[in-house]
C-alpha cells in the first residue's frame, strides 16, 4: 500500500477499483476494505490534484499479490471519514495459518482503534501517551475479541495475523503496529523505514531485544521460530500461545507482546521530528 502527500481528489466520490469485491463510498466516510481470500488485487483512489495544506485528503494505492501459498492471507483497509478530525486510516494485515483472523481484524480493528480515540478527539489533543495508551487498549481489546471468536466459532482456530495501522493528517501521523509489517516513508526520493520488525532472529536491536523476551518468558527459538514453530514474535490471534490451555501460553499474551507505537510531525514533504511515544 502507498500512502502519498496530501491531494485533494478530483472526484471525491468515486474510486477505481480492480478486483475488490467490499467498497463502501459515502458522504462522510469513504471506506475500502481489500480483496483477502482472494487472490491478488489493486486499488487506488481517484486522479488527484495538489490540494492547499489545510485541506485533508490523501492520495493512495494498494496492491495484493498472493504468492505460492493456496489462499490469500493479507488484505489492506483504508477509512477516509469526517469523524476522524481531518485523519484518515489506513491498515495492512499479514496472516498466517489461514484468513479468519485477517479477516476479523479488518472489519473490526477500525472501531475499536476509534473507540479508544475518542472518535479521533485524542489525536488532535496533546496529550501524545494518551493516543499511546488508547491505541494499546485498542489493540488488546481487538485481539481479546478475535480470540474469543475463534474460539466460538472453531474456524481456522490457530490463525493468526500481524497489523500495521497509521492514522495519517497533514501534519501528523501514528504508526500502531504489531509484527512484521513496515511503514516506509519517503523523503526526498529516499527510503526511511519507520518501523521495527517484531521478528525472534536477526542481530538489529528490535530481534535482539525479542529473542531475549522469549527466552525470559521460557520460551526457545528454533531455526528463527518461536518453539520451532511461528516466525514473528508478536501478532494478533495465534490461540496455542495465549490461551492458558494451550502449550506455549506463556509466550505471546496481548500485554507481553504489545503493539509499538510511534507518532510524527511532518509537513507535506518530510518528516521534521520524530519519537517513539
Not at 76 to 97: E, K, N, W
Request: net charge positive; aromatic share 10%; hydrophobic share 40%.
Amino acid at each position: 500500500m502507498a500512502l502519498l502527500r496530501p491531494q485533494i481528489p478530483t472526484s471525491p466520490a468515486t474510486g477505481v477499483y480492480s478486483n475488490y469485491p467490499y467498497s463502501i463510498w459515502t458522504f462522510k466516510h469513504n471506506i475500502v476494505k481489500g480483496s483477502g481470500g482472494r487472490g491478488a488485487g489493486r486499488c487506488c483512489n481517484a486522479i488527484s490534484i495538489d490540494a492547499p495544506a489545510a485541506v485533508s485528503g490523501i492520495r493512495w494505492g494498494s496492491a495484493l499479490l498472493q504468492g505460492a501459498r493456496g489462499e490469500m492471507e493479507d488484505d489492506a483497509m483504508i477509512v477516509q471519514s469526517d469523524d476522524l478530525g481531518g485523519f484518515s486510516y489506513a491498515a495492512v494485515f499479514d496472516g498466517h495459518a489461514g484468513f479468519s483472523s485477517v479477516r476479523f481484524l479488518r472489519d473490526e480493528l477500525y472501531k475499536e482503534c476509534v473507540r479508544e480515540l475518542q472518535g479521533g478527539l485524542l489525536l488532535n489533543g496533546k496529550d501524545l501517551n494518551a493516543v499511546r495508551k488508547a491505541l494499546q487498549e485498542a489493540f488488546e481489546s481487538a485481539d481479546e475479541k478475535l480470540m474469543n471468536w475463534l474460539e466460538r466459532s472453531g474456524e481456522e482456530i490457530e490463525s493468526g495475523s500481524t497489523a500495521t495501522v497509521i492514522f495519517v493528517s497533514n501534519d501528523a501521523l501514528f504508526i500502531s503496529h504489531i509484527g512484521d509489517s513496515c511503514v516506509v516513508f519517503s523523503r526526498s526520493g529516499k527510503a526511511e523505514m519507520l518501523t521495527s520488525s517484531h521478528r525472534p532472529y536477526g542481530s538489529n536491536k528490535t530481534s535482539l531485544e525479542e529473542i531475549r523476551r522469549i527466552r525470559k518468558a521460557g520460551g526457545w527459538i528454533v531455526n528463527g521460530r518461536i518453539c520451532g514453530d511461528i516466525s514473528v514474535s508478536r501478532a494478533f490471534g495465534d490461540m496455542r500461545f495465549k490461551n492458558k490451555q494451550k502449550e506455549y501460553a506463556f509466550l505471546l499474551s496481548s500485554k507481553k507482546s504489545r503493539a509499538e507505537i510511534r507518532c510524527y510531525f511532518m509537513n507535506p514533504n518530510m518528516v521534521i521530528s520524530s519519537g517513539v511515544v
